[in-house]
């Protein structure tokens, strides 16, 4: 069969790398990649919110499946393009529709759909700029820490912990009168900080039966030791030692369940991926936040352990019969690294030719932020790399993976050398 990948990032090169590997698959097209896709498939120049264009070729390459990686194109009606066009409705969409893409889309939509599922999560209230001054006085309730959440999609941006109240005040300010985060945030969410360690687990649905993909833990501070900035994630590994069967079991019966059936009583189809992203409080699971697809660095971790065709599961999904279909999980242990460019998570160098990735053996080397010039690959995002290796423990896994990141270089070029060591 003919796939249509939508993405350019780390995420979607570790699909193109995992669906290439089965046999059902014909041809590979990624939209529009980057210069590590091309290896796996075709690179193809177009956006992923160019739902014409997006038509325009899956009618002219006789695509049979189209797998969105990012949660732009989905929240923005993907899915429903296709089905509400005769030439193409035929064609499965691996994403939810635009109505279960707002469980990422909005935070307020989620809080409410946690809150009326009886889905534990922290206690929380949605303002806007007509209601600041509500927002003032709930704020001292909450307690401190407290976190602010913009509504909307800010590209991984728009969530704030504040240790005052007088910071609380102004970023709240900031946020719905001077639209610190633009459109996302219109809206915003005060929540009761949760104390605990992260975690994410990953989910695949046809909308009745699910799978549960395995569990990861990524690193989204520029600092080791968890210090700086927050970033996209800067490594992950999988499995997570802590998530252990009683643990999977409470996020089983407390969050994924009542998530699954919430959709189907709300009367929302969701074929795709759930990111869940939880606390661990106690031995206790929280919801933190749900995505409609993959993350990213975790799928360059999650992929490598599941030892099933992915083209298969998927075509599962599209059929609603994943539950015929039997989750292989390796024992190994996955650990990603991430190159990232001078400067990132700020102004960041660009265009450094990178070198060195030949000497990476163990390791596979997913690419993000990177384009092709000629022959040279050159870092043009913030994130360029994701480094990756399967061992049969954590301790050899962080190595290799760390180990591998060294042999690569360009110009500014940056990774935490203490990624998965606080499970060691």
């Not at 407390?254 to 869940?276: V, W």
Request: charged fraction near 20%.
């Amino acid at each position: 069969m003919n796939i249509l990948l939508l993405g350019s990032g780390g995420r979607e090169s570790a699909f193109a790398w995992k669906l290439t590997q089965s046999p059902k698959c014909e041809n590979l097209f990624i939209a529009p990649g980057n210069a590590g896709t091309g290896q796996y498939g075709t690179n193809v120049d177009i956006k992923v919110t160019d739902f014409a264009g997006i038509k325009n070729f899956v009618l002219a390459n006789n695509i049979n499946m189209v797998v969105v990686g990012p949660e732009e194109p989905l929240v923005k009606g993907v899915h429903d393009f296709f089905l509400g066009d005769e030439q193409i409705k035929h064609i499965p969409v691996i994403g939810p529709q635009a109505e279960g893409a707002q469980l990422e889309g909005s935070k307020d939509f989620s809080k409410q759909f946690m809150e009326r599922h009886n889905i534990p999560a922290a206690a929380s209230r949605t303002f806007t700029r007509e209601t600041l001054q509500e927002g003032f006085e709930y704020l001292p309730t909450v307690g401190l820490p407290v976190v602010l959440k913009a509504d909307g999609l800010a590209a991984g941006k728009g969530v704030l912990i504040c240790l005052t109240l007088e910071e609380a005040q102004l970023e709240l300010t900031e946020m719905l009168t001077n639209a610190k985060f633009g459109e996302a945030s219109s809206k915003v969410v005060v929540e009761r900080f949760l104390q605990g360690i992260e975690l994410s687990v990953f989910v695949l649905t046809d909308g009745n039966n699910y799978k549960v993909l395995p569990s990861a833990k990524d690193y989204k501070r520029i600092g080791e030791g968890d210090t700086g900035l927050n970033t996209g994630g800067m490594g992950s590994v999988s499995p997570v030692p802590f998530a252990d069967k009683e643990f999977l079991d409470k996020v089983e019966q407390r969050i994924i369940i009542p998530t699954i059936e919430g959709l189907k009583k709300d009367n929302i189809s969701y074929k795709g991926f759930i990111f869940i992203g939880l606390m661990n409080c106690g031995g206790d699971p929280y919801m933190i936040e749900y995505n409609c697809r993959m993350g990213d660095p975790e799928t360059e971790s999650v992929l490598p352990r599941i030892e099933n065709d992915l083209v298969d599961l998927l075509q599962a999904v599209a059929d609603g019969n994943l539950n015929q279909q039997e989750l292989r999980i390796s024992n190994k242990v996955a650990a990603t690294v991430v190159c990232v460019a001078g400067g990132y998570p700020g102004e960041y160098l660009k265009n450094k030719v990178i070198t060195g990735m030949e000497n990476v053996r163990e390791s596979h080397v997913f690419h993000a932020g990177t384009s092709l010039a000629g022959d040279e690959v050159h870092a043009t995002g913030g994130r360029v790399l994701a480094i990756t290796t399967l061992q049969d423990n954590m301790f050899d896994a962080l190595q290799q993976a760390t180990a591998d990141a060294s042999r690569i270089y360009y110009d500014g070029v940056y990774f935490r050398r203490d990624i998965g060591f606080d499970l060691l």
